[in-house]
């Protein structure tokens, strides 16, 4: 844990004044407007969004925030994702659990008040409700500090769609519940198409393939949201693709830290490395529709070298966290830096990072999602 000097040191960086934030820049100096005790180890931190910005962070129900700490020397980047729903909450408000040894996650809740000022990134992120809403149920599997983004899934869920939707709740013990009393009202108010179901390890034991099997079995054919510590998220998985549910219906979320600055850039000068006998000159890519030829200096990213000939390719953190770049290798041999984002299925069906990805064969297509 911090010590008070370091905190107190932190802050001070924090409490820097609340400049402007221009559209182009990518962490925002947001001040935080209430800090809410949730459980015995877990607080909500709540934002302002200043006037210039409130368009970039809009957001969808599911996405994260990317904060950036200075802590001991180095600028950790953590992501947490919303639990607020841009459909029922006016603020943006994120929710963080402590973990055993954890750096930022016990800053955050030993150290963090209203007024202090966060460098925050907008809002990015794959898991979420989707706009082509397929028919069905919602099933929704949040485990402990996994229920913000599947929180704020089902808000929204609620208030715009019709479906009917069940969310599977694990947790340690009663008092690890995050939003016990929110969900309860939500409830009440939606008896007729919501149905919460609590798996307690403390009762029930952890939750088993045999028990998702029962809980899933009146909404087969339905979209699942899957979002807790691995074990539980491997379980559910695999039980409903056991069940023969598409694997395009199921969404997951893994709440990693991405690695400290020093082991990114070693990543980063690794794959360079990697690339060094790489000779292309040159790569394509579709974006919208349209085929381009990117000319390619060795060492740079695809999305560096898309970003020198000012073509407008999707991006957000730049540090193969957000899944923004995320784009199609439809030709040619590459090499990929970091990933905190890709699955391995998704990376077996050819997806990749551009803003992490480097061309090792002179045929390389990438093409990015219409
Ligand atoms: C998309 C996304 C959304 C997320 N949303 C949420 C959310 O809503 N709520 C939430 O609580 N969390 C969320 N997370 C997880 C969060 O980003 C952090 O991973 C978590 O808070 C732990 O960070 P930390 O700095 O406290 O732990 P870290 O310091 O990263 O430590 C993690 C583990 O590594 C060990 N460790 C400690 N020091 C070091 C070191 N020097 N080097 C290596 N390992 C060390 C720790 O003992 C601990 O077990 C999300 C993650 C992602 C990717």
Redesign the pocket.
């Known amino acids: 844990m911090m010590s008070t000097s370091e905190a107190l040191a932190v802050q001070e960086v924090l409490q820097d004044s609340l400049s402007e934030s221009s559209p182009k820049q990518r962490y925002h100096r947001l001040k935080v407007t209430a800090v809410i005790e949730e459980t015995h180890d877990?607080k909500s931190v709540v934002f302002s969004i200043p006037e210039g910005a409130k368009e970039q962070f809009d957001y969808l129900p599911g996405q994260?925030l990317t904060l950036k700490v200075p802590y001991e020397g180095k600028q950790?980047t953590?992501?947490?994702?919303l639990?607020s729903s841009p459909h029922v909450d006016a603020e943006h408000k994120?929710?963080?659990?402590r973990?055993?040894?954890?750096?930022?996650?016990?800053w955050i809740n030993d150290a963090v008040k209203a007024g202090d000022v966060i460098e925050v990134m907008a809002p990015a992120?794959l898991f979420h409700l989707t706009h082509k809403t397929p028919p069905g149920d919602i099933v929704l599997f949040g485990g402990g500090?996994g229920i913000?983004?599947v929180f704020s899934i089902l808000k929204s869920a609620l208030e715009t769609t019709d479906r009917k939707i069940k969310l599977v709740y694990a947790n340690r013990d009663d008092q690890s519940v995050i939003f016990k009393e929110a969900l309860k009202a939500i409830i009440a108010e939606n008896i007729d198409r919501l149905e919460v179901v609590h798996v307690l390890d403390s009762v029930h034991g952890y939750l088993t393939q045999p028990l998702v099997g029962q809980l899933v079995e009146r909404h087969l054919g339905g979209e699942y949201f899957i979002c807790g510590p691995g074990p539980f998220m491997d379980t559910v998985e695999s039980a409903l693709l056991g069940l023969g549910e598409p694997k395009e219906r199921i969404h997951t979320?893994?709440?990693?830290?991405p690695p400290?600055p020093d082991q990114a850039e070693a990543a980063a000068e690794e794959a360079k490395a990697a690339a060094k006998g790489s000779t292309t000159t040159g790569f394509m890519v579709e974006l919208d529709g349209e085929v381009h030829e990117i000319a390619y200096v060795k060492g740079d990213t695809l999305l560096q070298a898309m970003q020198k000939v000012d073509l407008d390719a999707p991006a957000s953190c730049e540090e193969g966290?957000c899944g923004a770049c995320m784009c199609m290798v439809e030709s040619g041999e590459i090499q990929l830096a970091l990933n905190?984002v890709l699955s391995e299925t998704e990376l077996e069906e050819g997806w990749t990072l551009a803003c992490q990805c480097r061309p090792l064969s002179s045929d390389v297509k990438v093409k990015f999602p219409d």
């Open positions: 877990s994260f950790l953590r992501c947490y994702s639990a994120v929710t963080i659990k973990v055993d040894g954890g750096r930022i996650s016990n992120g500090s913000t983004p979320e893994r709440f990693v830290s400290d966290m905190e």
